[in-house]
């Protein structure tokens, strides 16, 4: 063969073979320099197998189909990648052949750099290293979207500017409405690059059941940062509440409360006035008409315009806007005789509003300055409003869940309070008036491993809930930085289902500030770069503002608040295979093998060493520390689908 034929087939190959399409699960993070998957990578052992654009849990590239299943009213998600020759043009993306029953929602992925890895002082942190990593979706068919982010995209982006952009990457979500019939559904996705169009083969089998459409797994999302999406429009406030419904997760601002005026039996409460973090008053924010109606299910129906999971049911959980700062503020101080009848008159009227307010869900009682306690006066803050609440609140019968957050109630840190105490101590401290016991996500979170949640349960009563912070890590839980594996969020509900923990939350849900700033930097709070201590890249961001994209100021799901999202229909699945058996064996079996070992139960034996452990001596990476899951995406995708199959075993006939 001559060198001028062998020239052509080269030639003919790079410039006339069709672009690269590929799709994926929604459990992975694609790097836009490479495109390529960071979980294929070698921070683990059990890793994303190197032919996932080939093959992979929901895509075969030999028919160019993505295949998925789902219940009724879940929503299901992929993720499609676009690689050409550059630079290239994604002219179009749209999706067909499924109808009025099952929606879709398409995102451009946006991308932020990450410049230092995220660590840990005191928890592992496994980073892929500095990088271009997915935190934000851009909605590319919402009608408000600003022109110069809408599609036709060109690769590279102007807009986001990576260097070296080898991709693009969509994000799609696929609503299964409640009255979608059990069937398979056969769709397709046309993408058009550089205006030739190409067709994906897209295949959705819906089960004949529905997703359970209460949160059993009691997560739920706080915030402090609410205030400035409750003063801003009534638009941005309902798309705040729509967007964490349908992502199946109860939104619960704190460390705001309504004004007040004098004391003990003469107080008053102005329902139409809020002080946020101890500031002057908001006086746009009114109950009645900008918190209670989210706090009903009338908010999440299509004719108040929510379109998700879920309609028409209201939140799980609800908070109690009680607050030490309501009336330190007026110059009554704790500890007082004042205060205390100021408070118990205070709890006495919040009751009567929320009874004659038809709020009945769970009532959430916490109080910001009782929170974490290290010392034993901070301790014995919590105590006395334990003690508030229970003398103001359960003579009326009024019923509420008083919590408790805290880094220390496990043996060890009980002795940091009083020198002789054990866990018994504190508990009995209480005197069973904490009704919620909120430890920090971690391999110390409660017992040790003489013990268990259900003995504390047995001997102590009560809930027992894992909150996930900047401070939560590895081999304890996964977790959430924009440069670790997507499979940390997702082992939250699945550890909180294996360990019998009663709720979750997740702090902080999101951050506020200059929309700019929190759409091109990774660490535009203070907190989240603390050298000395840690370094959280994308800390606070389960959703982001929209005004940076959009040509309205509604806020915007991130990356994040779907894989929260995947993983709580995880836990409605493994809940749903427990009732239609009548026992929590098989979903038991399933969870633990995919998720070995977390919390107390994850502590290596190599700790035991500590000054070696402490120094890096037994292994400098650390390795013996990593998350005993899987840490292949593919696997738990997989395990979904076996819990899935057990379901259909056994559902009745009928």
Not at 181 to 205: C, E, F, H, Q, S
Request: aromatic share 14%.
């Amino acid at each position: 063969m001559s060198k001028t034929a062998i020239f052509l087939i080269i030639l003919s190959v790079v410039v006339f073979s069709k672009p690269s399409i590929w799709c994926i699960h929604d459990i992975s993070k694609i790097n836009p320099q490479s495109a390529t998957v960071y979980e294929s990578g070698n921070l683990y052992k059990t890793k994303l197998q190197n032919t996932y654009k080939t093959a992979n849990a929901v895509w075969d590239s030999k028919s160019e189909t993505v295949t998925l299943r789902g219940l009724k009213d879940e929503v299901v998600a992929f993720q499609l990648i676009a690689e050409d020759s550059l630079p290239f043009t994604v002219d179009d993306i749209s999706i067909s052949g499924f109808g009025k029953s099952i929606s879709t929602e398409l995102y451009l992925q946006w991308f932020t750099e990450v410049k230092e890895p995220s660590f840990n002082k005191y928890h592992w942190i496994f980073s892929f290293g500095k990088g271009w990593y997915p935190g934000h979706l851009i909605p590319l068919n919402a009608p408000d979207i600003k022109k110069e982010f809408a599609l036709p995209l060109k690769v590279p982006d102007n807009m986001n500017r990576i260097p070296s952009q080898k991709c693009a990457a969509f994000w799609i979500d696929l609503h299964i409405k409640p009255e979608t019939k059990g069937d398979l559904y056969k769709g397709k996705i046309t993408i058009t690059l550089n205006g030739k169009k190409r067709k994906v083969n897209l295949r959705l089998k819906v089960e004949p059941l529905l997703v359970p459409q209460q949160n059993h797994s009691n997560f739920i999302a706080a915030s402090q940062t609410a205030r400035y999406i409750h003063i801003g429009s009534p638009e941005q406030l309902k798309d705040l509440n729509h967007i964490f419904h349908a992502h199946r997760i109860d939104f619960l601002p704190y460390q705001w409360y309504v004004e007040t005026e004098d004391s003990g039996k003469a107080l008053k409460i102005f329902w139409d006035k809020y002080i946020y973090n101890e500031k002057p008053h908001l006086g746009s924010v009114h109950f009645d008409r900008d918190i209670l109606p989210y706090l009903k299910g009338d908010a999440y129906t299509a004719k108040n315009g929510y379109a998700g999971p879920a309609a028409g049911t209201p939140p799980d959980w609800v908070a109690l806007p009680l607050s030490v700062g309501w009336f330190k503020r007026k110059g009554i101080e704790y500890p007082s005789q004042q205060y205390n009848e100021t408070f118990i008159e205070a709890c006495n009227q919040v009751a009567l509003k929320y009874n004659a307010s038809g709020i009945t869900q769970h009532r959430m009682a916490f109080i910001l300055k009782a929170d974490e306690p290290k010392t034993f006066d901070e301790l014995k803050v919590g105590k006395d409003h334990a003690d508030l609440f229970h003398d103001a609140l359960s003579p009326i019968g009024f019923s509420y869940s008083y919590r408790m957050d805290g880094v220390n109630f496990h043996p060890r840190g009980a002795k940091r309070f009083v020198k002789d105490w054990t866990l018994d101590s504190i508990f009995t401290y209480f005197n069973g008036r904490t009704h919620i016991w909120s430890q920090i996500a971690c391999d110390y979170a409660f017992p040790l491993k003489d013990t268990t949640i259900d003995f504390l349960k047995t001997r102590y009563g009560g809930e027992y809930w894992l909150c996930h912070t900047n401070t939560s890590g590895e081999p304890g839980i996964g977790t959430y930085p924009l440069d670790c594996e997507a499979v940390g969020v997702i082992t939250w509900p699945w550890t909180l289902w294996k360990y019998r923990i009663d709720g979750g939350m997740f702090w902080e849900a999101f951050f506020t500030g200059n929309a700019d700033t929190l759409w091109t930097n990774t660490l535009p709070i203070e907190t989240a770069r603390k050298p000395d201590l840690a370094i959280i890249n994308g800390d606070g961001a389960m959703i982001y503002p929209g005004e940076f994209v959009l040509n309205t100021k509604r806020p915007l799901p991130g990356y994040r608040l779907k894989l929260i999202r995947r993983a709580q229909q995880d836990y409605e699945y493994l809940y749903l295979l427990t009732e239609l058996t009548g026992s929590k064996a098989a979903s038991d079996s399933i969870a633990s093998s995919i998720l070995g070992k977390a919390l107390w139960d994850a502590v290596p034996k190599e700790t035991e060493d500590w000054d070696r452990h402490k120094k890096g001596l037994i292994d400098p990476e650390f390795n013996y520390m990593k998350g005993q899951w899987s840490h292949n995406p593919d696997d738990w995708y997989k395990a979904r689908m076996v819990i899935l199959d057990a379901i259909l075993a056994a559902k009745p006939k009928n």
